[in-house]
């Protein structure tokens, strides 16, 4: 090869190698298609049942059995938004609402006012998994209706459900402690509905000062609470994101963000972790990196863990171009292999012009809300709020229809 | 369905999604088929789009789209053996597209505001650049690929030309400009 053929091979090569595959982000297939190792389970259950009873027919004889099999898995009967109304009752203030709709058909069937001495009261909620309850979590109901109380009372209520949708009243569980000062990110039932996982930041002491982050397990049952804390270190504080459950009621995921410094609150993604609360310690920073900020394009902005364990649902945004103030927004929603490796299955892209004006929230409208016990159903928003079947990549639009700003709810 | 007054967004209702489409049974197969094609090429075809675009970003969002686009007409390529002939094709073009939009850009630089819209990736741009490769980057498009897929990827003038769909004394008088141009381009020796 004459020189300059040489040469040019040379340092071709030299600048292609200087990108190594520890920096190449997933490629992401971009399909809605189905998860088929998801539905080759149900099938072979359903042959294991079969043969099952075919055995149990031909060794026992023909006896008659249960009046009806169970059905396919659906989504759940009913979901739960949020939003704010002004309460004459409060000197026309915003109180939060609790609206209960009907997943088939966005109908509401119900309302539920949280009255507290925030106006509007700031909530938590999490589905439990029997389909028609849910643990709303709220800072200091008004219940002397005069004298506000510290952040450090924390209540947690039940909402239940009528067969027909109807809500009945909130129930308070008994009090539970959380961190005082704390800022709850996100609270999770387990699959059983025994345990709560809660994600907050805390001040360390009354005293200004970078928070530590803290996720805890609190058994609704015993009223046992594990907590597992991480202080700030390293010029950083930490913030986890709201928790979600995988492997029964063992591992914990969430997102986790660092502070830019300890004065500068500016967070900064760095993807989503997995504590197993079977393991010995009390240090959330032992919990384990599974799906790095770089698997996915744009910014996470939530993150759910599939209850098998396998997947972690995730919401991105990004703008073009970055750093404008005009532009347009990428909202995503991509399923990632928990085991951290593997391509990335975008679900949903959706895209919306940003102004200046609309950017903020425009951000906030890329979230992952909640997933069905089975793992198959996840209420999510991509700017339109609504449901995704995982197994077919099929997006269902809900009320309330929304690509204009960040809708809170569970199912 | 009916949309509540009082939810806090009051944007006028779209009607429920179905322009999803169901899953067919060849797009599982499908999909493994490229994902198993992308896993064994995905780094060399970023290298390759480096190489063109000159930033990793942007090679990494070249080769997400050919991928895409690879998936997309997997079940209609003739032959699913030149798979990753197409797939090269799919990066140089997305490539052409990102330095057609720079070329833009830079035209009306001063007259659209924002950020630069490409450029800096400081940990793998060329951040050791030679004369040898600035004056690569300066050739015209198609010299670059030329003797991208030539001397990068080692590939014979045949499966050049069939790659650019270019006949093969095209990529040899191609190739020949473009090796003069950078043995110009370098410092005489004394």
């Known amino acids: 090869m ?71 898995a659906a989504i759940p009967r009913y979901y739960l938004t949020f939003t704010y109304v002004p309460d004459q009752a409060q000197q026309g203030l915003p109180v939060t609402e609790a609206v209960v709709r009907d997943s088939a058909t966005g109908r509401i069937t119900g309302t539920v006012k949280i009255v507290t001495d925030d106006f509007p009261a700031p909530v938590t909620v999490a589905a439990a998994p029997d389909d028609r309850s849910f643990i709303i979590g709220t800072y200091e109901p008004d219940r002397t209706g005069t004298q506000r109380t510290s952040y450090q009372e924390y209540r947690f209520f039940r909402l239940s459900i009528s067969a027909v949708g109807r809500p009945g009243r909130l129930a308070e569980l008994p009090a539970y402690p959380v961190p005082m000062y704390a800022f709850l990110a996100g609270i999770a039932l387990s699959p059983d509905g025994t345990l709560l996982a809660v994600s907050s930041t805390y001040r360390v002491g009354p005293q200004p000062g970078p928070p530590a982050a803290a996720v805890e397990v609190i058994n609704l049952v015993t009223g046992k609470v594990r907590i597992w804390t991480a202080a700030a270190q390293h010029g950083h504080y930490y913030e986890p994101g709201p928790p979600s459950w995988a492997d029964g009621d ?28 079977d393991a010995p310690g009390d240090n959330l920073a032992d919990s384990r990196m599974i799906v790095s900020r770089k698997a996915v394009s744009g910014t996470i902005q939530s993150a759910l863990i599939t209850p098998d364990g396998r997947d972690v649902l995730m919401a991105t945004f990004r703008n073009v171009p970055s750093g404008g103030n005009r532009g347009t927004v990428i909202a995503q929603l991509a399923e990632v292999p928990a085991a951290g490796s593997g391509p990335v299955r975008v679900l949903r892209t959706e895209t919306a012009r940003y102004t200046v004006n609309t950017k903020g929230y425009l951000d906030g409208t890329s979230q992952v809300l909640s997933l069905d016990p089975t793992g ?36 | 369905m009916e949309t509540d007054s009082a939810d806090v967004i009051r944007s006028p209702g779209t009607p429920l999604d179905r322009a999803a489409p169901p899953a067919t049974p060849g ?50 390529l003739r032959r699913q053996s030149s798979a990753l002939d197409y797939a090269r094709s799919a990066v140089l073009n997305g490539c052409r597209s990102v330095l057609r939009r720079r070329l833009v850009v830079r035209r009306h630089e001063g007259r659209i505001a924002g950020p630069a819209p ?13 004369v040898l490769i600035d004056a690569f980057r300066s050739l015209p498009r198609r010299q670059r690929e030329v003797l991208a897929l030539r001397y990068y990827l080692d590939m014979s003038v045949a499966d ?31």
């Not at chain 1, 149990?56 to 099999?69: D, E, R, Y």
């Not at chain 2, 110009?184 to 004394?190: D, G, I, S, V, Y």
Request: glycine share 6%; net charge neutral; aromatic share 6%.
């Open chain 1, 376 to 411: 198959r159903y996840a209420l999510v928003q991509c700017l339109q709020f609504g449901w995704l079947d995982l197994d077919l990549g099929r997006f269902t639009s809900l009320p309330p229809y929304s690509s204009q700003a960040a809708v809170w709810g569970v199912w």
């Open chain 1, 2 to 72: 004459p020189p300059i053929e040489a040469l040019l091979h040379d340092e071709l090569k030299r600048v292609a190698d200087t990108v190594q595959p520890g920096q190449l982000r997933p490629l992401q297939v971009h399909v809605p298609g189905r998860r088929w190792h998801r539905r080759l389970l149900p099938v072979a259950a359903a042959a294991a049942v079969i043969a099952v009873a075919v055995a149990a027919v031909l060794v026992a004889g023909p006896k008659p059995g249960p009046a009806s099999a169970p059905g396919p």
């Open chain 1, 250 to 277: 063992r591992m914990i995921a969430f997102t986790w963000q660092h502070s830019q410094s300890l004065t500068n609150d500016n967070m900064t993604m760095e993807g989503v972790r997995l504590l197993d609360t």
């Open chain 2, 27 to 76: 797009a599982a197969e499908s999909a493994r088929s490229v994902t198993e094609l992308f896993t064994e090429h995905h780094l060399s075809l970023v290298r390759l789009a480096l190489l063109m675009v000159g930033d990793l970003a942007t090679a990494e969002d070249v080769v997400q789209d050919a991928f895409e686009q690879l998936h997309r007409r997997w079940r209609g």
């Open chain 2, 160 to 190: 050049t030309a069939a790659t650019l769909r270019i006949s093969e004394g095209a990529v040899r008088s191609t190739a020949s400009r473009g090796l003069d141009a950078l043995a110009r381009a370098l410092p005489k020796e004394p």
């Open chain 2, 118 to 130: 490409y450029g800096t990736d400081a940990a793998v741009a060329f951040e050791q650049r030679t």
